[in-house]
């Protein structure tokens, strides 16, 4: 289960990579209006989420007495280096805690302000959280990009060539159709070779 977990996270993180890719250093900083948030702060308030819920996540309360949330929303970084780095931070601590599930963890109950959860629970909630914000972050990535966006996903017009190249892919093999996602994945062979036999 864990490694199933790992995929999809792995999934979402991509996307923000390569929108990242994309992106001058300013663009981090850019916001549509006061009311709106920065690139940079959408990573902020990731990177903090995942630092609280899953440092010592199996002993400890998702909701840390040192976070401050508040502050999240509150551009702190000088640079593009300074807010990958909190991005990189963020999900290795994600990543260390999904490599600690097994059967045995599974359904134990852990705590998110005091709310009882199971791990499974904790991990579904979040795969609800960063995929919000990832889609905050290219959309935000895109809009600036305009017309100099490199897609993430199916080109526009391209659907037919694309279910084409899968059908050719995930043939049926002995009566038993490969493993195939659900997720619209982006033309990446990264991504792309995790679901070969």
């Not at 709106?36 to 909701?63: C, P, Q, Y």
């Not at 840390?64 to 601590?93: A, P, Y």
């Not at 290219?138 to 059908?167: C, G, H, P, Y």
């Amino acid at each position: 289960m864990k490694d199933l977990f790992i995929k999809r996270f792995e999934y979402y993180k991509m996307l923000g990579d390569k929108s990242f890719e994309q992106l001058l250093d300013e663009q981090f900083f850019w916001q549509f209006n006061e009311e709106s948030n920065s690139i940079a702060v959408i990573v902020k308030h990731v990177a903090g989420n995942m630092l609280s819920r899953w440092t010592n996540f199996l002993t400890e309360d998702g909701e840390k007495s040192w976070r401050n949330r508040d502050e999240e929303f509150v551009n702190t970084f000088q640079s593009k280096t300074e807010v990958l780095d909190d991005w990189e931070k963020g999900w290795s601590c994600l990543f260390d805690a999904l490599s600690q599930i097994n059967d045995e963890n599974l359904y134990s109950t852990i705590y998110i302000r005091n709310e009882a959860h199971s791990v499974i629970d904790a991990v579904f909630r979040q795969l609800a959280h960063y995929p919000y914000h990832i889609g905050q972050i290219v959309f935000i990535a895109k809009m600036m990009k305009n017309e100099d966006w490199k897609t993430l996903s199916i080109a526009r017009n391209k659907s037919q060539d694309f279910n084409s190249e899968m059908k050719d892919k995930f043939t049926k093999d002995e009566g038993e159709i490969q493993n195939s996602s659900s997720v619209c994945f982006a033309k990446s062979p990264d991504i792309r070779d995790d679901y070969k036999l």
